[in-house]
């Protein structure tokens, strides 16, 4: 891999984990209880445990989010 696509692919990842971390903060926080009513109840640690995953999962989860309030 060439010096370029190696930070085309780094540039790339990085743009995905900061809308991530952008969109997963605000879906941790409202955005779980909104697709799941179980999760309005979840506490400061529920909250810390699913945060990893709606940064990873994000693109899918705001489709769904979007979708819930429709």
Do not use: H, K, N, S
Not at 39 to 57: C, D, N, Y
């Amino acid at each position: 891999m060439t010096e370029p696509v190696a930070r085309l692919v780094l540039t790339v990842a990085g743009a995905y984990l900061l809308a991530g971390v952008l969109f997963g903060i605000p879906f941790a926080w409202r955005g779980a209880g909104a697709l799941e009513p179980v999760a309005r109840e979840g506490t400061l640690g529920f909250r810390l445990l699913i945060l990893p995953g709606a940064v990873t999962l994000w693109p899918l989860l705001a489709m769904r989010w979007w979708r819930a309030g429709r």
